[in-house]
């Protein structure tokens, strides 16, 4: 890692972080073949780049402060009230300055996505939270005099349809874990409650050229990572382990530049190789039973049985949350894909096949991760419990 960026502070946060990764792998159980073959695949009706019901919509221009934005975050909010009611839809907006139109402020807005245990106050969850930037790059044609219409499809307009269709997989195996628990009256007995965050950022992209004022809008300073650092929880007598919504973040994992065939996805962090290595082992038994579509030479995660992953150098969304110990789970390829930051990164160039095997992949991940074994049940047997 490289020792500038992060704040003298971090061994303390960093222990911290794998007491309770420590607490998390001694719950973790691995899905099942059965369970691995259940998750939905993401289809056209989802995924056409035409009239897929998630994906079509956000394959538009989406630069803060013009109407793409508008359109894309009205997309999300109708998506979550509409099918996955049981989601709490929050804001974070603030403004942003940037070195284009005279220094006029930016909308920089924000979507926290969130499904808790119904018997959690605020701030007591550990929250496996899923992270991609919503917004398009800005680009000006500076001979024309005209802003180009960049889709950024890969970048991210893909990475947040799959999230949706995570969110909408896993929703109800969490109901029925919620319901159990409740028959049970195991609901708030238990050592840790685990829910999930999906945060859709803005303001990612650079409006000009990436420095550390142009780039990332949404998860820095003013915006989220700052507010969630100063914001404290309601202390509450049993559970007070989590002091702000940071440390509620049990994972930051940020998926960045996906949708192109052949990715690489190195694991860029010794904190989180474990976790990266479960999302290896899952893309590596789905397709050892032949359950993704894709055929790359290599597997998207090649880093299973490699050394402990190191420092990447990227910058994207997560520095801001790197730097207050937040751990990191980074799925971004390295190379990035041949379309990054040309016009030619749009729906026609994205790979279908990869686009819906991270798809499947992810949501095996959030279902491992949120225990899901747990509520399922084998085929052919009855449950006991
Ligand atoms: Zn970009």
Known sequence: MTPSILPRTLPGLLWLHIYLFATLVSAYKPLSDSFLRAIPPAGPEDFDIKTGKLLAPILIPRVPGTPGQTTTQRHFVDFFTRELPKWTIEWQNSTGTTPVNGMAPIPVENLIIKREPPWVKPGEANLLTLVAHYDSKSKYDSRKQIMEGFIGATDSAAPCAMLMHTARSIDKYITQMHDEMAELQEGGTVEMDMGVQILLLDGEEAFVDWTSTDSTYGSRRVSLAETWESSYNPPSSKFYKYRTPLSQISVFMLLDLLGAAS????????????????????????????????????PFLPDLDGAMGKYSGISDDHLPFIGRGVPILHVIPSPFPDQWHQMTDDGEHLDMPSVKDWSKIVTAFALEWLDMMEVWTEPGQRKMS
């Open 263 to 298: 990715p690489r996805v190195p694991s860029y962090f010794p904190t989180t190789h474990w976790a990266y290595k479960n999302l290896a082992t899952i893309e590596s038994r789905l397709r050892g039973l032949n359950l993704l579509e894709s055929t790359p030479k290599e």
